[in-house]
């Protein structure tokens, strides 16, 4: 079974500093990568992924994420970070089940941004 | 286009008892999933419906039980409550079933066992 390790479970952050929340994966074949946020009282968004191609992938608000086959990582950055960042960020994998395909994820980094 | 919707949000029951959450996918949203979110196991995958019929199921007792009607609506039921079934209950919908596939979040359920 494949596994996500976000080894950071917060990550406190100045507002417009540079932001870096790590995640490791375990598997060793093709895998597709996912980079959620929570924000507090609300379900996950998506926030960019990992199919195939550029290694780098980018989100609409600023993240951007590389994929890393040598390391298994998937960090997720961000150059300049605002108040409105400060969420719950988890990093997932999707795991083949039987006909279908479920998210391992990780155990979520919350990044804490302030003033 | 509407999003997941859950409900109830927020739930109170005491052990001993059996509760019912309902999850409504996007329009034409065919794949429902269920998730728990717990403070010490973070998001653990509970099952997956698709067309109606359970495809996979995460490593739950089988008081956790769920289904899917024909309009892809999902309902899961967990009887005979424990305190550590506490949690944000999540559910997810997708068009398909590719590993690739964006799952859409609800806002969850808060459910309380006291």
């Known amino acids: 079974a494949q596994s996500v390790t976000q080894l950071d479970s917060q990550v406190p952050v100045f507002e417009e500093a540079p932001v870096e929340l790590r995640c490791n994966y375990s598997?060793?074949?093709?895998?597709?990568l996912f980079w959620y946020v929570q924000y507090p009282n609300q379900g996950l968004q998506l926030l960019l992924k990992?199919?195939?191609?550029?290694?780098l992938v980018e989100s609409i608000n600023g993240f951007e994420a590389e994929f890393n086959k040598s390391q298994t990582s998937f960090h997720l950055r961000k150059p300049s970070v605002h108040i409105s960042d400060t969420a719950e960020y988890f990093c997932a994998v999707s795991e083949r089940m039987d006909s279908s395909y479920k998210l391992i994820f990780g155990s979520g980094t919350r990044l804490l941004v302030r003033p | 286009k509407a999003g997941v919707t859950q409900t109830p949000r927020y739930l109170i029951k005491t052990r001993g008892q059996q509760v019912t959450l309902s999850c409504s996918p996007i329009?034409?949203?065919?794949?429902v999933s269920w998730y728990q979110q717990t403070p010490g196991q973070g998001l653990q995958f509970l099952f997956e419906?698709?067309?109606?019929?359970?495809?996979n199921k995460g490593n739950f007792p089988g008081r956790f039980s769920g289904r899917q009607f024909s309009n892809s609506r999902s309902e899961m039921n967990v009887s005979t409550l424990e305190l550590g079934d506490s949690a944000l209950y999540l559910c997810?919908?997708?068009?398909?079933?590719?590993?690739?596939?964006?799952?859409?979040f609800g806002p969850g359920t808060r459910l309380t066992v006291l």
């Open positions: 419906y698709f067309s109606e019929t359970q495809r």
């Open positions: 997810a919908s997708q068009i398909g079933t590719t590993p690739s596939g964006e799952q859409f």
């Open positions: 990992y199919l195939s191609g550029s290694t």
């Open positions: 329009s034409g949203h065919r794949s």
């Open positions: 598997s060793s074949v093709s895998v597709y």
